[in-house]
């Protein structure tokens, strides 16, 4: 079958919404006093500003969500949470019940998957007595249903002081999974001299650890606030799509048979890109499968210059007629998704804007990178 790249690129799009819309919605308790930092934690973690939208839905009398359409991602939070006792063991039945109705439900967009409690470093102590004796209480009951609960350290600075009070918390032996100091913005302290922020890396890569596997495509499509994290998802993607697609048992095809190679790849190329939560247009992605796939859907970079391309695969040969084994089409599908992550890499840090890949010089440079990815899988 003959694909021009618009045609590819129109199926790229058209993937890519099919994908975005069936990931399941990641659900997080925050819990914390106010003036926290919550809001500010919430908006450097995740790409959507949740915490300006305003007072959220109420879920119960303690409990309110905040989410967005078509974006699956929703934060309980419980303001007001420091009033009285009497609130503070309310709010502690309803966020119980709310993490008992969504593991009763057994549908993954209902149950709680996470739980922050947030403390601020600031703070004089870590805990006044009650708020101990509400967290011992609260993770003792959620031992039943094993929701897992970080405790957040916000606002960590100076971070010698943060990193004392993650030692007095661990020293509690509440049953949680980690006690996580982070600074979620930087912190200009005078005009010299600013406190980079930290900490919210090593927050998604521990939410990474404890999150079931339906749920890293969609956390790593929601969070900003680690590139590595979408990388290393991202590379699994690639793996998977090779693996699947031309396992030990792959017969030999003509290259001139590539497209059948094209389904597989325009499925990775969606994936990756949801995982990296960006909006890309059909102008970038119709560059790339112009300067990769290429037109006639003959992998990679079009028919006129295979040849030059199959030198580069040893025992491939020469000829354009020549044939894919699964070694060989695993080669190119791997060079291809890895060309991909690193163009979006690029773009996520900046260093390129989508816009500069419609020019000669933009796609010389996926050409160029291209064969680079493909030299070093070779």
């Not at 300006?52 to 974006?71: A, H, L, M």
């Not at 949680?176 to 001299?193: C, F, H, R, S």
């Amino acid at each position: 079958m003959e694909y021009h790249p618009e045609q590819l690129a129109a199926k790229c799009i058209q993937e890519i919404n099919q994908k975005i819309r069936n990931l399941n919605k990641l659900n997080i308790v925050i819990l914390g006093k106010s003036g926290v930092g919550k809001s500010t934690l919430i908006n450097s973690v995740f790409r959507e500003n949740l915490a300006e939208t305003g007072i959220g839905r109420p879920v119960t009398q303690e409990i309110r969500s905040y989410t967005k359409p078509d974006f699956p991602l929703t934060i309980y939070d419980t303001p007001g949470f420091e009033l009285s006792k009497e609130q503070q063991d309310r709010t502690k039945q309803e966020v119980l019940k709310l993490i008992r109705d969504g593991a009763a439900s057994e549908d993954v967009n209902k149950a709680i998957h996470c739980i922050w409690y947030c403390i601020n470093v600031g703070s004089n102590r870590t805990f006044d007595s009650f708020e101990e004796e509400w967290l011992r209480t609260f993770t003792e009951e959620n031992k039943i249903t094993r929701v897992p609960i970080f405790i957040i350290l916000t606002q960590g600075c100076p971070k010698k002081k943060a990193l004392e009070m993650q030692k007095l918390v661990e020293a509690e032996n509440f049953h949680i999974n980690k006690v996580v100091p982070v600074l979620a913005q930087d912190m200009e302290l005078d005009e010299d001299y600013t406190v980079k922020a930290y900490g919210l890396d090593t927050l998604i890569e521990l939410m990474t650890s404890v999150l079931p596997d339906d749920l890293q495509d969609t956390l790593q499509n929601v969070q900003k606030a680690s590139l590595e994290a979408k990388k290393k998802r991202a590379h699994a993607i690639v793996a998977a799509s090779v693996t699947a697609a031309f396992g030990e048992g792959f017969v030999p095809v003509p290259f001139a048979d590539a497209s059948m190679l094209v389904p597989t790849q325009v499925t990775m190329l969606a994936s990756i890109t949801a995982v990296f939560g960006m909006n890309i247009s059909k102008s970038l992605l119709t560059c790339f499968v112009s300067s990769t796939i290429g037109a006639g859907g003959a992998t990679i970079l079009g028919r006129t210059i295979v040849s030059n391309l199959l030198k580069l695969i040893p025992g491939v040969g020469t000829a354009v007629g020549g044939t894919i084994s699964g070694a060989t089409a695993g080669l190119l599908t791997t060079a291809l998704g890895e060309a991909y992550i690193k163009i979006l890499e690029m773009i996520f840090k900046g260093e390129m804007r989508q816009e500069e890949l419609d020019t000669p010089e933009g796609k010389k440079k996926i050409k160029d990178l291209f064969l680079e990815m493909l030299k070093k899988k070779k």
